[in-house]
């Protein structure tokens, strides 16, 4: 496992070297589904995951489970530079705007400087305050929005902006062409989930709330497993952007005389999603993974105290019109319905994404206005 600054300082970069940066289980998330991605387009490019050391908040658990190989590079503050001034790769890909490599962007002379490494930006995933993100990522050589109807509102907004040259796209690893919908009616064999989120419900009387129902569901199925899908262990990801206060298991024991079939998993998303028939959320990304492998998916957002949860009216607004907003009764009841197709045209791409971004890197090098140092020189601050 090598560092990043350890990567020679040379203009002459293979045919095409990608490097994937995460630091969380979110961004691990996306860098190894950004990878099967770009894999499945050509064996010929070269792919690797670089763990940002510093903004780390990854346990071993985690980091073990999720990329049990490790990590091909280790990412500091200060290799950013090296790393986007050497061109030794040709594009970074990232779904977090990491102030190290952001703060390098904000040199016009960099953004026009020929010969250094494409930095693509994308969403981190359901972004319910999407003005910042594309402010912080305004200075990316490429981004990658949803849903669809946003880049209309992210043009608009950049053209009051010191942006460069920039390659505005649609589509995200995680929303990618669903499987076909389980029609409305009885559900099919498997488990039920609970796909819980570090932040919301935001109050314990409303995650308690959660887990009334879920023990119900579970009392009124004795046949199915009720699971609550942990995002992690209590005593995990205590460095995450998003840290979570009031713990599932802990609340579990707390409200004790539980059914047998009201069980707790830390498995992964893809193992779960295997033994689901039906998965049920309130404000997490957990929703689009559901409607993506074509699971009955109930998005409910009437738990207690939901009016104080500032992720509830904006998951509101987002999945309005998806057909997928479950009122308790429904949910308790079992009774889903199938995605709305509009709403899944807007929200997903194609399966063609890696395609896509190998498009925009050869934009990216064929875009105009490019400078060249001269010999030796040293990229001075604007």
Same mark, same amino acid.
């Given at each position: 496992?090598?560092?990043?600054?350890?990567?020679?300082?040379?203009?002459?970069?293979?045919?095409?070297?990608?490097?994937?940066?995460?630091?969380?289980?979110?961004?691990?998330?996306?860098?190894?589904?950004?990878?099967?991605?770009?894999?499945?387009?050509?064996?010929?490019?070269?792919?690797?995951?670089?763990?940002? #050391?510093?903004?780390?908040?990854?346990?071993?658990?985690?980091?073990?489970?999720?990329?049990?190989?490790?990590?091909?590079?280790?990412?500091?503050?200060?290799? *950013?530079?090296?790393?986007?001034?050497?061109?030794?790769?040709?594009?970074?890909?990232?779904?977090?705007?990491?102030?190290?490599?952001?703060?390098?962007?904000?040199?016009?002379?960099?953004?026009?400087?020929?010969?250094?490494?494409?930095?693509?930006?994308?969403?981190?995933?359901?972004? *319910?305050?999407?003005?910042?993100?594309?402010?912080?990522?305004?200075?990316?050589?490429?981004?990658?929005?949803?849903?669809?109807?946003?880049?209309?509102?992210?043009?608009?907004?950049?053209?009051?902006?010191?942006?460069?040259?920039?390659?505005?796209?649609?589509?995200?690893?995680?929303?990618?062409?669903?499987?076909?919908?389980?029609?409305?009616?009885?559900?099919?064999?498997?488990?039920?989930?609970?796909?819980?989120?570090?932040?919301?419900?935001?109050?314990?009387?409303?995650?308690?709330?959660?887990?009334?129902?879920?023990?119900?569901?579970?009392?009124?199925?004795?046949?199915?497993?009720?699971?609550?899908?942990?995002?992690?262990?209590?005593?995990?990801?205590?460095?995450?952007?998003?840290?979570?206060? #009031?713990? #599932?298991?802990?609340?579990?024991?707390?409200?004790?005389?539980?059914?047998?079939?009201?069980?707790?998993?830390?498995?992964?998303?893809?193992?779960?999603?295997?033994?689901?028939?039906?998965?049920?959320?309130?404000?997490?990304?957990?929703?689009?993974?559901?409607?993506?492998?074509?699971?009955?998916?109930?998005?409910?957002?009437?738990?207690?105290?939901?009016?104080?949860?500032?992720?509830?009216?904006?998951?509101?607004?987002?999945?309005?019109?998806?057909?997928?907003?479950?009122?308790?009764?429904?949910?308790?009841?079992?009774?889903?319905?199938?995605?709305?197709?509009?709403?899944?045209?807007?929200? *997903?791409?194609?399966?063609?994404?890696?395609?896509?971004?190998?498009?925009?890197?050869?934009? *990216?090098?064929?875009?105009?206005?490019? #400078?060249?140092?001269?010999?030796?020189?040293?990229?001075?601050?604007?």
């Amino acid at each position: 496992m090598a560092t990043a600054s350890s990567t020679p300082k040379t203009k002459t970069k293979p045919a095409l070297k990608l490097l994937l940066l995460f630091s969380d289980d979110s961004t691990l998330f996306f860098a190894l589904r950004m990878r099967s991605l770009l894999q499945a387009v050509s064996k010929n490019v070269v792919i690797e995951m670089g763990w940002v #050391y510093d903004e780390n908040a990854l346990s071993f658990r985690q980091m073990e489970m999720l990329l049990p190989e490790g990590p091909d590079q280790v990412v500091r503050d200060e290799d *950013f530079q090296p790393l986007l001034d050497s061109g030794a790769f040709s594009a970074v890909l990232t779904s977090r705007t990491y102030g190290g490599l952001g703060n390098l962007l904000k040199s016009k002379l960099r953004r026009v400087t020929a010969g250094r490494t494409c930095v693509i930006s994308f969403l981190g995933g359901l972004d *319910f305050s999407p003005q910042n993100g594309f402010w912080n990522r305004r200075h990316a050589d490429a981004i990658y929005l949803f849903p669809r109807d946003e880049i209309r509102s992210y043009k608009t907004l950049a053209e009051n902006w010191d942006v460069t040259w920039q390659d505005v796209c649609f589509g995200h690893p995680s929303f990618t062409s669903p499987k076909p919908a389980t029609a409305t009616g009885t559900l099919g064999k498997g488990d039920i989930y609970f796909f819980t989120q570090a932040l919301s419900p935001s109050t314990k009387n409303g995650r308690l709330h959660m887990l009334r129902a879920m023990a119900a569901m579970a009392r009124a199925n004795p046949d199915r497993t009720i699971w609550i899908k942990l995002r992690h262990l209590p005593q995990e990801n205590r460095k995450h952007l998003h840290t979570e206060i #009031y713990d #599932y298991p802990g609340l579990l024991a707390e409200l004790g005389d539980l059914p047998d079939n009201l069980k707790t998993t830390a498995c992964t998303m893809d193992e779960a999603l295997k033994n689901a028939a039906l998965g049920v959320t309130c404000t997490s990304t957990a929703a689009i993974d559901v409607v993506r492998e074509g699971l009955p998916c109930m998005v409910n957002l009437d738990y207690v105290d939901n009016f104080s949860d500032p992720l509830n009216v904006p998951m509101r607004d987002l999945f309005a019109a998806s057909g997928l907003i479950t009122p308790l009764d429904d949910m308790l009841n079992l009774r889903f319905s199938a995605p709305d197709q509009k709403w899944l045209d807007n929200m *997903f791409c194609g399966a063609n994404l890696g395609q896509q971004v190998l498009d925009t890197i050869a934009k *990216f090098e064929s875009r105009p206005f490019q #400078y060249t140092p001269p010999e030796g020189g040293v990229l001075a601050e604007d």
